[in-house]
């Protein structure tokens, strides 16, 4: 049974441009959570989606953030414009239903 | 809202020895998990031990035990027999078990100890 799975696990950006970060959960996993990991800290909870729906946002910032759920597919953590203080990295997790988390490998953004 | 604390950045143990690292956490709930967690330079977050906030018992894992104080709300993480391969940030979490629809079972993790093993 795989694990979580995120990719890419490095993304490059120069300042201005998108990034898609993808998660796929582990078999029969039907809630994803994605927390953020700025340097030198602990994660950070973003967001937290059910298959089509974005359950609690109270973590994304306001704007340039969003994040999907498909019927069919991963999950999509998606970063407009991106800035310096956008590095980090991004972490998913899934669960079934409301009981333990499972994160991925996680996925290094760096902003040049 | 829910608040965790570690207060030591770093520590160092020798091989061999038994270090404890310290998390305390702040909440108004009865009912929540506790977990530890290493994060080596892979930045993999890999599960150390859980503790259930209803159980008394201290959760123990090989090497790996807790010192969990609830009226305290402390919650400890003893490691014994310290081993080279210890070595990585050691993240504290916590999470509600209050079920209730529409609620978010986020983790709220601590800033993190980074651990040195000395040979």
């Known amino acids: 049974n795989a694990g979580v799975m995120q990719n890419p696990r490095h993304l490059v950006r120069r300042r201005g441009q998108e990034a898609r970060l993808r998660c796929s959960p582990m078999?029969?996993?039907?809630?994803v959570y994605w927390y953020r990991q700025l340097p030198e800290e602990g994660l950070k909870f973003m967001v937290y989606?059910?298959?089509?729906?974005?359950?609690?946002e109270s973590g994304m910032p306001k704007e340039r953030f969003s994040a999907e759920f498909p019927k069919e597919g991963p999950s999509i953590l998606r970063i407009q414009q991106v800035v310096r203080g956008d590095s980090a990295a991004y972490f998913c997790?899934?669960?079934?239903?409301?009981?333990?988390?499972?994160f991925g490998p996680g996925t290094r953004l760096t902003v040049l | 809202a829910q608040t965790v604390t570690q207060s030591q950045p770093e520590m160092s143990v020798q091989e061999a020895e038994t270090v404890t690292l310290s998390c305390t956490y702040d909440?108004?709930?009865?009912?929540?998990?506790l977990f530890w967690y290493k994060q080596p330079p892979s930045r993999q977050m890999i599960l150390v031990i859980r503790?259930?906030?209803?159980?008394?018992q201290n959760a123990t894992e090989n090497r790996f035990s807790v010192n969990f104080q609830k009226a305290a709300k402390s919650f400890s993480l003893k490691i014994s027999d310290s081993q080279l391969g210890d070595a990585a940030m050691y993240f504290c979490?916590?999470?509600?078990?209050?079920?209730?629809?529409?609620?978010?079972?986020?983790?709220?993790f601590g800033t993190g100890t980074r651990l040195k093993v000395l040979a």
């Open positions: 997790a899934s669960s079934i239903g409301y009981n333990e988390q499972f």
């Open positions: 078999k029969g996993h039907s809630h």
């Open positions: 989606l059910q298959k089509e729906n974005i359950i609690d």
């Open positions: 909440t108004s709930e009865s009912d929540y998990y």
């Open positions: 503790q259930e906030a209803y159980k008394q």
């Open positions: 979490a916590y999470r509600s078990a209050k079920e209730e629809l529409g609620r978010t079972y986020k983790y709220i």
